[in-house]
C-alpha cells in the first residue's frame, strides 16, 4: 500500500523569501503521479502543481518549483517570493498510474504554512 | 473551465432531518468523488462514481446515501446523521479512473454541522 508522509507539521517564512515544504512516499510502482494541494483558510482544495513519476525534468508554475527525487521517494515543494496569500495547509498526496481502486488520492497530513509579513 | 460546484456552502441540521448535498461540474470528467474532511485533517475518501456508476464504497455508514443521476452531477443524501458527522465535504472530479487517470479538481464544499 502507498503512503505520503509530510513531516512538518507548521512552518512559517518571511514574506518575499523562499520556503520548502517536504513529502516523501513509499510505493512499489513505477509510474504514478504526485500532487501538491493547496487550501487556504477558505477550506477550497487547490491544485498547486503535478508531478508525472516518468518524467525527470522537475515540474515549475510560476513561483512554486517541485524537487522530485524519485530514487529517494521525495517529492519536496519549493515557493519562491513568498506572499501573504500563500497562506494555507499544503498537502502533498500521491495517485497511481493504473487506476481502478488504486486510482484514487492518498493524502499527507499536511503541512500547515504562515506567510508573516 | 475546471470548475466543480457545491450546494449549499452550510447546512445546519438535526438528527432526525434529511437532507441533500448537491455537487456539478462541466469539464466531461467521469469520476467524481464525495470526501469528507475533519478540521486539520487531510480528506477521507467516501464514494466513487466512474462512468455513473458506484465504483468504491470506503465503508460509509448507510446514513450516507449516493446518488450520481448524470455524468455531471453527484448527490449525497443525508438522514440521521450524528454530531461527529459534522464536517467539510468536499466533491471532485477526474477524467476518470482507468489507467493514465488525472487529476482531481475539487470544489469548495459544504461545511456541514449536525446539532
Redesign the interface.
Same mark, same amino acid.
Given at each position: 500500500a502507498q503512503t505520503v508522509t509530510q513531516s512538518q507539521p507548521e512552518m512559517s517564512v518571511q514574506e518575499a523569501e523562499t520556503v520548502t515544504l517536504s513529502c516523501t512516499y513509499d510505493t512499489s510502482e513505477s509510474n504514478y503521479y504526485l500532487f501538491w494541494y493547496k487550501q487556504p483558510p477558505s477550506r477550497q482544495m487547490i491544485l498547486v502543481i503535478r508531478q508525472e513519476a516518468y518524467k525527470q525534468q522537475n515540474a515549475t508554475e510560476n513561483r512554486f518549483s517541485v524537487n522530485f527525487q524519485k530514487a529517494a521517494k521525495s517529492f519536496s515543494l519549493k515557493i519562491s517570493d513568498s506572499q501573504l496569500g500563500d497562506t494555507a495547509m499544503y498537502f502533498c498526496a500521491f495517485l497511481s498510474y493504473y487506476g481502478g481502486s488504486q486510482g484514487n488520492l492518498i493524502f499527507g497530513k499536511g503541512t500547515k504554512l504562515s506567510v508573516k509579513p | 473551465d475546471t470548475e466543480v460546484t457545491q450546494t449549499p456552502k452550510h447546512l445546519v441540521m438535526g438528527m432526525t432531518n434529511k437532507k441533500s448535498l448537491k455537487c456539478e461540474q462541466h469539464m466531461g470528467h467521469r #469520476?467524481m468523488?464525495w470526501y469528507k474532511?475533519k478540521a486539520?485533517?487531510? =480528506?477521507e475518501?467516501m464514494f466513487?462514481y466512474s462512468y455513473e456508476k458506484l465504483?468504491?464504497n470506503e465503508s460509509v455508514p448507510s446514513r450516507f446515501s449516493p446518488e450520481c443521476p448524470n455524468s455531471s452531477l453527484l448527490n449525497l443524501h443525508l438522514h440521521a446523521l450524528q454530531p461527529e458527522d459534522s464536517a467539510?465535504y468536499?466533491c #471532485?472530479s477526474s477524467q $476518470?479512473? $482507468?489507467? $493514465?487517470?488525472?487529476?482531481?479538481?475539487? $470544489? =469548495?464544499?459544504t461545511?456541514l454541522t449536525v446539532t
Open positions: - | #469520476a468523488y474532511q486539520k485533517k487531510p =480528506p475518501l466513487v465504483s468504491i467539510l468536499l #471532485a $476518470g479512473q $482507468g489507467r $493514465g487517470a488525472y487529476e482531481q479538481y475539487f $470544489g =469548495p464544499g461545511r
